[in-house]
Nanobody, 119 residues
């Protein structure tokens, strides 16, 4: 019932910037929270940043001061501005959203977008 479409990944040099976007669509009554996780080969999927419906944010220690998460409630989107990128930021980035749909509260994942930081 709910689909997430991610965009903005790509190849960037160390110190560069990328902006990821995730748009939710479908049978959505309200969105409680949205966020980003990332997963490198052979590693678990780890939290990058989350933002609740009221605005509070949470960041992984490794990205604090470099990444910024934001929401556009009118468009049901979440963005991740990534600055001062490092090679260790290389991973597949996944959008997640927790929504109220008809009759239930559910979480959904996006398909993932590759971010590669390399000289």
């Amino acid at each position: 019932q709910v689909q997430l479409v991610e965009s903005g990944g790509g190849l960037v040099q160390p110190g560069g910037s990328l902006r990821l976007s995730c748009a939710a669509s479908g049978s959505i009554f309200s969105i409680y929270a949205m966020g980003w996780y990332r997963q490198a080969p052979g590693k678990q999927r780890d939290l990058v940043a989350t933002i609740t419906s009221g605005g509070p944010t949470n960041y992984a220690d490794s990205v604090k001061g470099r990444f910024a998460i934001s929401r556009d409630n009118a468009k049901n989107t979440v963005n991740l501005q990534m600055n001062s990128l490092k090679p260790e930021d290389t991973a597949v980035y996944y959008c997640i959203t927790t929504v109220r749909t008809p009759g239930k509260i559910e979480s959904y994942w996006g398909q993932g977008t590759q971010v590669t930081v390399s000289s």
